[in-house]
Structure formats: structure tokens, C-alpha cells
T-cell receptor, first 115, second 110 residues
């Protein structure tokens, strides 16, 4: 079974703090993704990565950065947390194998509250 | 904008009935489609993938794809209260990313 883990289930941070969210997958997947999910807005893609040290902006990258130093690990960084970044953050991974046509598998999510 | 559209619901069905969830998409280049189930406060879980026109069955779940009509559906037979969740439809435009719909909330009443 594919396993995607995230470093924290719940996190409370103060405005202005630098926040690190970590994601690890154990299936040797090439692709990794960070989403945020808010009521009424659905899943929104923040950043994704096709390979180590590769990253591409998604739909809402402002205020975020990412790091992928190893294939299995993809980190999301909030440079200076703000209250409007309070959300559920979801990491996902998928293979480049076209026979699976990019099925994505999600981690358990991190509910971040910025006060 | 390439989109996937779903009715947000809630769709309410009695226990034991067939629940029918529908999704339309705008990108004709999308080849693969996925249904995810998401319980409140949890992350999405992949339950069905479909890549070609027609039906695909897995237990109580049947996914249907009609590329000519740009329409995807998920049927849940013998619905159970434990099926109550939000169901997300997603399409793959072969960029490696998925385009998600907003989700349909299903309520199965005992």
C-alpha cells in the first residue's frame, strides 16, 4: 500500500512565524503535491514537484515555498505565517507511470491554525 | 480554464438505495478520471479510477465514463450510512496534475 505521511496532524502557530510542513512517501513516486483545502473553495494546488530539486507553482503559490532535496520528501514552507493561511494542508504523491495515469495518494493532512 | 464540475449537494438517499454522483469536465484532453471519498476532517481516499469509455465495477461501486458527453459518474449500490461523505471527482489532463471538482456531499439515511 502507498503510504504518505505528514509531520503533524494539528499545528498552531503565531502570525509572522516561519512554518515547516513535511511530507514523506514510501512508494518511490516521482510526483509530489501540496494542496490546501478550505470550506467552499475545494482543493487548491499550492506547489508540485516532478523530481528532486524540481518545483512548479500551482494555483496559489503566494506566501509559500517548497523544498525537495530527496525523492521521498517534500516540504512546504510558510515564510511568514498569516491568519489567512489557517487551513487544512494536504500532501499527495503520484507516479509518472502512465499506466496508472497519475493516481494521487494523499497523506492524512495537517490542520494549521495561525493566531 | 479547465474545469471539473460537480453538484455540491447534499444528495440524500435512504439506506439500501443506489446513490448516483455525477461530474462533467471541460478538457477533452483529459484521459483518466478518479473518484475520491473524503470523510469530514479526513483526507481524500482514492476509491475508483477509470480510463476508458464504459463502466468499471468494484464491489458496490461502479464508475462510468462517457468521453463524447464529457461525463463521469459514480454509482454506489446498497448505500450504507458509512458511505456518507464528500465525493470528489478529478480529471487528469496528462500534465501530471489532477483537476478536482468541488465535491458532492452524500448523506445516507438509516
Amino acid at each position: 500500500d502507498v503510504k504518505v505521511t505528514q509531520s503533524s496532524r494539528y499545528l498552531v502557530k503565531r502570525t509572522g512565524e516561519k512554518v515547516f510542513l513535511e511530507c514523506v512517501q514510501d512508494m518511490d513516486h516521482e510526483n509530489m503535491f501540496w494542496y490546501r483545502q478550505d470550506p467552499g473553495l475545494g482543493l487548491r494546488l499550492i506547489y508540485f514537484s516532478y523530481d528532486v530539486k524540481m518545483k512548479e507553482k500551482g494555483d496559489i503559490p503566494e506566501g509559500y515555498s517548497v523544498s525537495r532535496e530527496k525523492k521521498e520528501r517534500f516540504s512546504l514552507i510558510l515564510e511568514s505565517a498569516s491568519t489567512n493561511q489557517t487551513s487544512m494542508y494536504l500532501c499527495a504523491s503520484s507516479t509518472m507511470d502512465r499506466s496508472n495515469s497519475y493516481e494521487q495518494y494523499f497523506g492524512p493532512g495537517t490542520r494549521l491554525t495561525v493566531t | 480554464q479547465k474545469e471539473v464540475e460537480q453538484n455540491s449537494g447534499p444528495l440524500s438517499v435512504p439506506e439500501g438505495a443506489i446513490a448516483s454522483l455525477n461530474c462533467t469536465y471541460s478538457d477533452r484532453g483529459s484521459q483518466s478520471f478518479f473518484w475520491y471519498r473524503q470523510y469530514s476532517g479526513k483526507s481524500p481516499e482514492l476509491i475508483m479510477s477509470i480510463y476508458s469509455n464504459g463502466d468499471k465495477e468494484d464491489g458496490r461501486f461502479t464508475a462510468q465514463l462517457n468521453k463524447a458527453s464529457q461525463y463521469v459518474s459514480l454509482l454506489i449500490r446498497d448505500s450504507q450510512p458509512s458511505d456518507s461523505a464528500t465525493y470528489l471527482c478529478a480529471g487528469s489532463p496528462r500534465t501530471g496534475k489532477l483537476i478536482f471538482g468541488q465535491g458532492t456531499t452524500l448523506q445516507v439515511k438509516p
